[in-house]
């Protein structure tokens, strides 16, 4: 057990709609990124927040954004859903400069 | 986009027997790290290797790392059918906000 949970498990939307993803990170653990997984593929980076400030992000367009609270959990938004954001979304957390990430078990969105 | 590749991208091995798996890259890195994934869910840390390491041991893993070349290779020794999972590599590029850049992966199967 990492100590990272996500909800919901699964969620099914349509084209068009908006998501919200959650992630509850370890206590102390400032730092989250959230990654998106094809299948078949590796995760890919979408952004990473630390103290509630995002400090990197990859190659995703404005439609994906994200929020981190003092609580140490974290949100990923993604507006207008297109089919090809049918993925694992993982979120993974870590202590400041640590470099070992702590991952949860993810959400499967599937978009229709 | 994915930073490296896995090589194989699969693999089929009889338990008690050692797996072998390959990984490159193509940035210069501080560290580079191996991940397990079992069925399409959460990812577990394996082991981090410093860009100025060489090799490392966990338990029955052994990576090795060579940077002039720009690839990684994880040993499994005396594998298990509870092995059988994805395994990735992972960099974190020079200069980057820390965050994890995933080959495509490798699916192990190890059959008792």
């Known amino acids: 057990e990492t100590g990272v949970t996500q909800s919901p498990t699964h969620l099914i939307k349509t084209r068009g709609q908006q998501v919200t993803l959650r992630c509850s990170s370890q206590s102390g653990h400032n730092t989250v990124s959230w990654y998106q997984q094809a299948l078949g593929q590796g995760p890919q980076f979408i952004f990473q927040?630390?103290?509630?400030?995002?400090?990197g992000r990859g190659n995703f367009p404005p439609r994906f954004s994200g929020l981190q609270f003092p609580n140490y959990s974290s949100e990923l938004n993604v507006n207008a859903l297109e089919l090809d954001d049918s993925a694992l979304y993982l979120c993974a957390s870590k202590r400041g400069l640590e470099e070992t990430q702590y991952f949860g078990p993810g959400t499967r969105l599937l978009v229709l | 986009s994915q930073q490296g590749e896995e090589d194989p991208q699969a693999l089929s091995i009889q338990e008690g027997e050692n797996a072998t798996m390959n990984c490159s890259y193509k940035t210069s890195i501080n560290n580079l790290q191996w991940y397990r994934q079992n069925s399409g869910r959460g990812l577990v840390h394996l082991i981090l290797i410093r860009s100025n390491e060489r090799e490392k041991h966990s338990g029955r893993l052994r990576v090795t790392l060579d940077t002039s070349k720009k690839s990684s290779s994880l040993l499994i020794t005396a594998s298990r059918a509870a092995d059988t999972a994805s395994y990735f590599c992972?960099?974190?590029?020079?200069?980057?906000?820390?965050?994890?850049?995933f080959g495509s992966g490798t699916q192990l199967t190890v059959l008792p």
């Open positions: 992972a960099t974190v590029p020079s200069g980057s906000a820390r965050q994890l850049t």
């Open positions: 927040y630390y103290r509630e400030e995002e400090n």
